[in-house]
C-alpha cells in the first residue's frame, strides 16, 4: 500500500544528523519502503511516496528517522487509480529496474 | 522538473466523459508527463506526479484533460531530494525513459 | 488495518435510499470492514471505525454505499498503539471474529 | 456516552513518563473509560475512544493522565448511530468478551 | 451535562416555519433542555446553552427542530468549571428547577 | 449586554495563581459581570457568560484577572435572541434566585 | 459603543435594491449608527464603523438594511484605546456631536 | 488613501516601552497618518484607522513604533464607499483638517 | 503604488466574454494600470502586478473588466523593497515608461 | 520560468546579515534570477518575482541567502497569461532596459 508523506523539519538539524539520516534513508530504499524524495522548494521540507503493508510498518519506518523527534509528518493513505500509467505491469507498482 | 498535483471533482462526470477521460490519461502517460497517479480513498479526488519542462506545459496538459471544467487543482512544484532513492537508480525509481 | 473515518452528508436522503444505505452497513459490518458507527450530534455525520486490508479495499467498500455520491468523506490511517485496551484482550476491545 | 478524543504531545516525554502513561491508561481501560486507542503514523499524536457519564468524568480521567500537561487535547462527543454495528446487544455499546 | 451549540441557518425561512421553531423552543425549554439562546448580531446564527442527559438526547432535541434540516449545526461539550458562579447559588446562576 | 468569551490558558499556572483567580472570579461573579463558567474538558479552556454595559467594561474585567497575561482570549458579542428562554421575565436576562 | 463590522455581498443586487440600500444607510448614518463605510478594492464587500448601545440595537440597524438577505456579516466588538487620537480631540477625530 | 490595520502585541512589554509607544502615537496621530485606534476587548491587540499617501509612507509609520519588533500586524487597503457618512459631511465623518 | 492581486474565475466564461476581457486588459496595460499578469497553473485562476494611485483607482480597474461579476478577488498592498532589482535599474526591472 | 516567492522573516536579524542578504539579493538580480521585490507592509516578509529553469536553480537561490535559515518561504509556480502585457516583445518575459 502506498502512502503519500509530507514532512517538516523544525529547526536547524546538524551535518552530523543529516548525514545519519541520509543512511537511514538508504535502507529503507533499499527495504522498498522508501521510494521517492522531493524537496519543496525553498523550505526544509519534503513530499514521499513510502510503500508499506500497513499503518504500523509504516510508523516503524518513519519513527526509525534520526531526524524524527524533530519532524512534522502528514500521512495520506493513497489507493490505487485506473489511469495510474505506474500500473501498467502491475496494479499501482513503481516498477523496478 | 517534477510536480505533485491534487484534483478533486465537483460532481458526477458521466460514464462516457470518464472514458475520454482515461484516453487522455493513457496520451499524457505516453508522453511522459503523467507519471503517476492514486485515488485519495473515500473522495472522488486523486494526487498525481506530473513531468513538465515549465509551468505553462503543465498547465497545457492539465487543461487538455477531458473533466477539466469539472477539477478543482492545485499544484506543488517539487525539486530533487539529495536523499531520492529514484535519483540513484535505486529500487523506487520511476523510470526515466 | 483500522481507519477513522468521518462523513458528512449533503442534502437530505430520501427514506427509501437510508434504508438501502442501512443494508449496506449491515453487510459491510458483517464482512468485518464496518466495525463502529457513531452519529455526530447536531449534524448529518457521521465518525466510523472501518477496517480493510489495503486503502483499495476501504476505497472499495466506501464506494458501495448507496449514498456515496452525497457524502465528503474523510478518512484517518490508523497505527496500533502500546496502550490500547483493545489491542491486549481488555474490557474495551472490539471483538475480533 | 462515547467520546472520539485527538490528543498531540508536545516535546519529548521521558521513558519514565512514557511508563507512568502506559499504567494509568491500564488503569483507566480497567475502569472502563479508555475503550480503544490508536496511533496516528508519523506523529507522536492519538485518537481514542473513552466512555463516561459525563464531560466531567471524562476531564477528571484526561486530566489524570501523566503526560497531561503536556497534551493538546480536542474532545468530539458521539451520539449513538443506528447503523454501528457495535449497536447489536446493546445500545452503541463495545461489546465486552 | 452542558452543551454548548451554534447553530447557522441557511437561506431564509418562511414566517410560518419561524413561528414553529419558536414553539417548538419553548417545548424544549419547558422540558429544561433548551437553557438560553442568544442571536449572533448581523448573522441569521445563534449560540445556545443546551443540558441533555447525553449526546444521544441533545441530538433528539436538536433533530426535532422545524428549522433542523436548514441548520448547520456545532456542539462543544461543556465540563464544570470550579470558578462557575452558577455552581455555586451566585448571582448569575441559571435556576436548576 | 452578554458576552460569551472563550479563554485558552498557556502555561502552566502555579497554585497560588489559580487561588488568586478564583478569588477575582468571586468578585468579578458578585459584582454580576462573570455570570456563568465552563470548562473545555481535555483542555486549560474555558468558555464564559460575561455581562457589561460596554466592551470597555468587558475588557477591564478581563484585564483584572491574575491569570490574564497567560489568557488568549476570544470575546463573541451577544444579542437577544427571541426564542431565549432566559428571557421569560426580563430581555435576555439570566434570573437572579 | 463602537463596532467594526464586515460585510460581503452574495450575488448581484439590482440597482434598485441599491438605491434602497443608499437611502438606509443615509439614515442609519443620520441616527448615528454608521459612523463611517470603505469598500474592500476588488470585491463586493465593506468594512464599516458602527455606533450602538447594545448589541441589540447594532442587530437591528444591520437587518434594516435592504440587502440584509444577501450579506455575510462579522461583527468585531470595539474598546476604547488609550492612544486612539479621536479620544484626545486630535485631528482624525470622529466628532460625537 | 485610508488602511484598516490590525495590529497583535507578542509579549509583555514594559512599562517604558508603552510610554514610547504611547508619544510616537500621539505624534503619529498629529501627523494626521494614525486617525482611529481601538483595542480589541480581551487582547493586546488593536485596530487602527491608518491614512498614508502610500503603502510605503504606511510602512514607515508603522515600523517607526517602539512596539514594531513585537508586533504581528496586518493591513488591508480601503477604498471610498459611495454610502460613507465621512465622505457626505455627515454626522459620522473624520474631519480633514 | 504596486498591488499584487489574485483573481479566480467562478463558472466557465463564453468565448465572448474572454475577448472581451483580453480588450480591457490591452486598455488597462496601455494605461500602465495592469503591469503583469501569470496564470496560475491547473486553474482558472491568476496573480497579477497592478499600479495605481490608491485604492480607488484600483477598484476602478478591476471592476471595469468584463469578468468582474465572476471574480474572487484579493489585493496585497505592496511597499518597496530595498533589495528589489526593479528599483535601481537593475536586469529584472519594470520598465517606468 | 516563473516563481512568486512570499517570505517571512523569523526574528530579528542583525545589520550584518541583513547587509550580507542584500548583498546576496544583488548577485542573484545580476544572474536574472530575482526580478523584483516588495516590502508586505508593516511585516518583516515580502512578495518576489523570480526566474529559474526549474524549482532545483529556485531551491538552489534561495538558499543561498544568508537569511534563509530565519526565512519562512512559500513558492508559487507561474505559468504565462494571454493577456500578460510583459508578454508584448516576448513570451511572459520581463522586458529588459
Redesign the interface.
Known sequence: ?????HMEING?PSDELLKK??QR??EL??A?I??????????RA??G?W?AA???E??AA??SLPLY?H?D??????????????S?GGP?R????
Open positions: 500500500m502506498d502512502f503519500l508523506v536547524q539520516e541520509a534513508a538508504r530504499a533499499e522498498g522508501l521510494r521517492r524524495l522531493w524537496r519543496v522548494p525553498g523550505r519534503n513530499w511516496l510503500a500497513t499503518a504500523d509504516l510508523h518513519l519513527a523527534p519532524l509528518i502528514t500521512v495520506h493513505p493513497l489507493a490505487t487509480h485506473p489511469n495510474d500509467p505506474g501498467v499501482g513503481v516498477p523496478q529496474t
